[in-house]
């Protein structure tokens, strides 16, 4: 069974702060990393893709992937009370294979 | 150009009966994918169409079946409802089979009664 694995939190930063979410995957063979956002009663809605190690930056966004540890990051830079919502992560093998997602962490800024 | 739309938003059924869900991928897109999300389990994987075939399952009895049309365009059934049914149906939308990015709808809740 293939795991991909996330803190439920709820995660509470101060507004303006750096806010670290974290996921494990169980699959070594994986290799598309994505992170979704999503609101309450909303659906989710794809922010970042990640495909090799290291860092990707996308405006206050960064993904940071490390297969070896088997662990994908994302980083919100200057969190905002808009950025409060549930963040999932999601892992795809490869190929034509279906996506996995963690339950999500959920993401509180306070203002 | 328009998103994803399922239909219907809101639905309330009893235990016993069947249930048939559609969604309406983004124009052009020919993969459409089903998920299951609750609560307690997150997002579960139900199953993947492209080209009207089933091309990936997930982890779910048979009650659970889909289908696709030539349009792309996509239903799913759920025969003899059980109370842990109750969830958010959401299905996405991608360009083509293993496409990286997947477009969801609003989704489709469901409450078995």
């Known amino acids: ?111 | 150009k328009a998103g994803v739309t399922q239909t219907p938003r809101y639905l309330i059924k009893t235990r016993g009966q069947q249930v048939t869900l559609s969604c309406s991928p983004i124009s052009g897109h020919r993969s459409v994918s089903w998920y299951q999300q609750t609560p307690g389990q997150g997002l579960q994987f139900l199953f993947e169409y492209f080209s009207e075939t089933q091309r990936n399952k997930g982890n779910f009895p048979g009650r659970f079946s889909g289908r696709q049309f030539s349009n792309s365009r996509s239903e799913m059934n759920v025969s003899t409802l059980e109370l842990g049914d109750s969830a958010l149906y959401l299905c996405a939308s991608s360009l083509t089979l293993g496409s990286e990015t997947q477009y969801f709808g609003p989704g489709t809740r469901l409450l078995v009664l």
Do not use: H
């Open chain 1, 1 to 111: 069974q293939k795991e991909v694995e996330q803190n439920s939190g709820p995660l509470s930063v101060p507004e303006g702060a750096i806010a670290s979410l974290n996921c494990t995957y169980s699959d070594r063979g994986s290799q598309s990393f994505f992170w979704y956002r999503q609101y309450s009663g909303k659906s989710p809605e794809l922010i970042m893709s990640i495909y090799s190690n290291g860092d990707k930056e996308d405006g206050r966004f960064t993904a940071q992937l490390n297969k070896a540890s088997q662990y994908v990051s994302l980083l919100i830079r200057d969190s905002q009370p808009s950025d409060s919502a549930t963040y999932l992560c999601a892992v795809n093998e490869g190929g034509y294979q279906k996506v996995t997602f963690g339950t999500g962490t959920k993401l509180q800024v306070i203002p």
